[in-house]
């Protein structure tokens, strides 16, 4: 027996039936026009207290429209001297942090090496 048209009839089954059930996207995805950006810029100065320790003050930050609901995209992006910008997710596998009541808290682990930044960009995306 040829095995051939039996296959042949599969496939047409297969692309008629992936029509049929395919995922519809338009129900899932949905477009936000009223997003708002923030960029929060520090240098040295800002990040390193006077006794050369990190200032953890710019850990959190207020964004009273922040709701808790609707979960913010936060990237921070680094510079050392004479370098070119990098980002949190480039350099390191994710970024923590947790927000409630209009206040962004960033962990302090994001900022592991801040003695060796010159900059740093927090981009909060609500």
């Known amino acids: 027996m040829n095995k051939r048209p039996l296959f042949l009839l599969l496939?047409?089954?297969?692309?008629?039936?992936?029509?049929?059930?395919?995922?519809e996207t338009e129900s899932i995805v949905k477009e936000y026009t009223s997003l708002k950006k923030r960029v929060f810029?520090?240098?040295?100065?800002?990040?390193?207290?006077?006794?050369?320790?990190?200032?953890?003050?710019?850990?959190?930050?207020a964004i009273p429209e922040l709701k808790e609901d609707s979960p913010?995209?936060?990237a921070i992006y680094?510079?050392?001297d004479q370098s070119e910008w990098f980002t949190e997710s480039l350099?390191?596998?994710r970024l923590r942090f947790s927000f409630k009541d209009g206040i962004l808290k960033l962990d302090r682990s994001n900022f592991w090496d801040w003695?060796?930044?010159?900059?740093?960009?927090i981009v909060v995306i609500y």
Request: aromatic share 18%; with cysteine.
């Open 11 to 23: 496939l047409i089954i297969q692309f008629v039936l992936s029509g049929v059930f395919a995922q």
């Open 41 to 61: 810029n520090y240098t040295k100065i800002d990040f390193i207290t006077s006794e050369g320790e990190f200032n953890e003050s710019i850990c959190t930050l």
């Open 72 to 74: 913010p995209y936060v």
């Open 78 to 80: 680094y510079k050392r």
């Open 91 to 93: 350099y390191r596998k």
């Open 115 to 121: 003695f060796e930044l010159a900059e740093i960009k």
